[in-house]
């Protein structure tokens, strides 16, 4: 039997390219992603590793079902809703197709708006 093992920094990476590729989107930490993201900085420089961007998107397991928390800037020039219900589209979609993870859900959090 050969058992394939999607980390939750790869699903991390691939969700941030997905927000991403949102017009007006860009994937920016929280404050609960702050610290999180400059320990695995840290750890990455130790190792010599230039990693994915992973910063601002939570991976938790629902079974072997993915639950995505993704914070986000978005442009002041959309609507907030329809920007996350676009981000919502876009990380649905792509995450299974680039690392087949089951996605149960993708929770959005608009962090701030650039003018």
């Not at 920094?9 to 610290?35: D, K, S």
């Not at 928390?69 to 978005?74: L, M, R």
């Not at 809703?81 to 608009?110: D, Y």
């Amino acid at each position: 039997m050969i058992e394939t093992v999607v980390s939750a920094p790869a699903v991390a990476a691939v969700a941030v390219h997905a927000a991403e590729q949102v017009a007006g989107v860009r994937v920016q930490p929280g404050v609960a992603g702050l610290v999180s993201s400059v320990v695995r900085a840290a750890r990455q420089q130790i190792k010599g590793l230039q990693p994915a961007p992973v910063e601002g998107v939570r991976v938790r397991w629902s079974g072997t079902a993915a639950v995505l928390e993704v914070d986000v800037v978005i442009s002041g020039q959309d609507q907030a809703a329809a920007v996350a219900r676009a981000v919502q589209r876009s990380v649905r979609a792509l995450v299974p197709e680039l690392t087949g993870v089951v996605v149960e859900s993708v929770f959005v959090t608009i962090v701030d708006v650039a003018w």
